[in-house]
């Protein structure tokens, strides 16, 4: 069975997350984790402090710290920052169908 291609969202789009192919290429992407470059655009791009997108994210701050020193995220931190991506696009479709 062949996998159906999925556009990026504008909101991927933004984080510098390309469409994937399929989705296994997509789980392959979390699984090696994005580069961190994609937390400070993510903080810009809500409006948020550092502090609340580790909330959001259920991140210690520390960690962070330190994933910014190693360049990429884990697979489980890339994970909820993709259902975040998506949350956020969610309710941006949302607003404007209103």
Avoid: C, H
């Avoid at 789009?13 to 997509?26: D, E, N, V, W, Y």
């Avoid at 580069?35 to 520390?62: C, D, F, H, W």
């Amino acid at each position: 069975m062949t996998q159906q291609n999925k556009p990026a969202t504008p909101f991927e789009q933004q984080l510098g997350l390309k469409p994937a192919s399929s989705r296994l290429g997509l789980l392959k992407r979390i699984e090696q984790g994005f580069e961190y470059s994609i937390i400070p655009y993510t903080k810009q791009r809500l409006g948020i402090t550092m502090a609340e997108l580790s909330e959001l994210l259920n991140v210690n701050p520390r960690t962070l710290v330190r994933r910014r020193k190693s360049g990429r995220l884990n697979k489980l931190e890339s994970a909820q920052l993709y259902q975040l991506a998506m949350l956020v696009e969610l309710a941006i479709e949302v607003i404007q169908d209103r």
